[in-house]
């Protein structure tokens, strides 16, 4: 079954993915006007349980715009799942959502909807972010892909797609 190559191939290479559930496509393409069935929180908890073997860590189903449907989310996987997600605090929320999951200790927080803004905000966002917490919490840059903005924080971790434009274009 070719829906099922990814996980093959990771078997096949002894290795294990952090999976994201793609709210920065869906999102990214409701802007430009194209219909996406969102995934429901129920179908992204079975194929994390399914695929258990090959997923070392998996992101929460966010809501880019909606902090309480995220954090809905964020609890029934918890519940459901019994592996605690990685919470997702985006850009165009308070800094005081985001003192909530620091106080809550979570191993890594990952902060994302920074796309969607200008880089001006970015910046005013990350700066107070890390004059705010510093070195309370690990944070995972999501699409972050300007480098200088990464080089200049204490990033735990980070990823991008930017990479790929040379490919894509």
Not at 6 to 34: I, P, T
Not at 36 to 58: G, L, N, W
Request: net charge neutral.
């Amino acid at each position: 079954d070719t829906a099922e190559r990814w996980k093959q191939k990771l078997l096949e290479l002894g290795l294990k993915c952090v999976l994201d559930s793609g709210e920065f496509s869906r999102y990214n393409a409701e802007l430009k006007g194209k219909r996406i069935k969102p995934i429901t929180v129920e179908d992204y908890a079975q194929f994390v349980m399914r695929h258990s073997d090959v997923i070392y860590q998996y992101f929460t189903l966010d809501k880019i715009g909606d902090p309480e449907v995220t954090k809905r989310n964020f609890e029934y996987l918890e519940r459901v799942v019994r592996k605690k997600p990685i919470p997702i605090w985006h850009v165009q929320n308070s800094l005081d959502l985001l003192q909530e999951l620091v106080d809550a200790e979570h191993e890594v927080i990952a902060i994302g909807g920074s796309r969607f803004v200008s880089r001006q905000k970015r910046e005013a966002v990350f700066d107070a972010i890390f004059q705010r917490f510093g070195d309370r919490a690990n944070f995972h840059a999501l699409g972050l892909g300007a480098t200088d903005l990464l080089l200049r924080h204490n990033w735990f971790s980070a990823d991008a797609s930017t990479w790929l434009n040379g490919r894509i274009f």
